[in-house]
């Protein structure tokens, strides 16, 4: 479990634009199944969450089009509510970070760590926004 003084900016780079801090399973299950579009963020503390995931995700949001709802739960942080995250996720195996597009409930997009590392920013930003534009 990674220190709050560590993991708080990190969280805020997402919350302060918006996204909703989910910390409890039942949070993740309410979220996530909701109708319209959510964009669930699996947030890390790692390099490639730092420089290409956060800020590529806030970038995709410029566009026109984006998701009805905004979440995003801390891995190595908020353990059960990742837990739970993961669990919707399936059939992919866990990865953080990752970014996933939920619509009316059903998985419809997923960008894993091996999607997101080695990538730059606006490359993520590109991909979820070509996401949007088919289900947002």
Known sequence: MYPAD?????????T?????????????????????TTLL?????CGCAAGAARPGVLYSLTGDKKPDH?????????GDAVAEA???????????????????????????????????AGAIAANLQAAFEEYC
């Open 41 to 45: 963020v699996i947030n890390s503390v």
């Open 6 to 14: 560590l993991v708080l900016p990190m969280k805020a780079e997402l």
């Open 86 to 120: 993961r669990r919707l996720l399936a059939p992919f195996p866990p990865s953080s970070p990752c970014v996933a597009l939920f619509k009316d409930g059903e998985l419809v997009h997923m960008l894993e760590r091996h999607h997101i590392e080695g990538n730059p």
């Open 70 to 78: 905004l979440v995003t739960a801390f891995a190595g942080f908020d």
């Open 16 to 36: 302060d634009k918006g996204f909703e801090d989910l910390t409890t399973p039942e949070q993740v299950d309410s979220a996530l199944k909701q109708g319209g």
